[in-house]
C-alpha cells in the first residue's frame, strides 16, 4: 500500500505561480497530478514516470513543470502563468506497474494511488 501527501496549494492571483509537492510512502512507476474542477471530469495534468519521461497535457505546457526525486518519492508541480481555468482540485496520483494498464498516461484507471488532494485557486 502507498500512501501519497500534497501540498502547497492555495490562493493566488492571475498570472502568479504555485509549487505542490507530493510524497509517496513507495517507489512507484509513474508519479503523475490529476485536476477536478468543479462540474468537470478529472483530467491528467503531468506525469513524471522513474525513467525520466515527462508528460504535459496541452492545456499546461510551457507554464507548468514537473520534477521528481526517485531516491526520496517525491513529485513537484511548478506552475507558472496561472489562469482561472487552472482552478481546481488537484491530486497526486501513482502508477505502480508500468505494464498494466491502457499505457496512457493521463488515463486515471492506470493509477492505483491517490492522494487526499489540494484546491488551487486562482482570482482574476
Known amino acids: 500500500q502507498v500512501q501519497l501527501v500534497e501540498s502547497g496549494g492555495g490562493l493566488v492571483q492571475s498570472g502568479g505561480s504555485l509549487r505542490l509537492y507530493c510524497v509517496s510512502s513507495?517507489?512507484?512507476?509513474?508519479l503523475a497530478w490529476f485536476r477536478q474542477a468543479p462540474g468537470k471530469e478529472r483530467e491528467g495534468v503531468s506525469c513524471?514516470?522513474?525513467?525520466?519521461?515527462?508528460y504535459y497535457a496541452d492545456s499546461v505546457k510551457g507554464r507548468f513543470t514537473i520534477s521528481r526525486d526517485n531516491a526520496k518519492n517525491t513529485v513537484l508541480l511548478q506552475m507558472n502563468s496561472l489562469t482561472p481555468e487552472d482552478t481546481a482540485v488537484y491530486y497526486c496520483?501513482?502508477?505502480?506497474?508500468?505494464?498494466?494498464?491502457?499505457?496512457?498516461?493521463?488515463?486515471?484507471?492506470?493509477?492505483?494511488?491517490w492522494g487526499q488532494g489540494t484546491q488551487v485557486t486562482v482570482s482574476s
Open positions: 496520483a501513482a502508477q505502480y506497474d508500468r505494464y498494466r494498464g491502457t499505457g496512457y498516461w493521463g488515463d486515471i484507471r492506470n493509477y492505483d494511488y
Open positions: 513524471s514516470s522513474s525513467d525520466g519521461k515527462t
Open positions: 513507495g517507489f512507484t512507476y509513474n
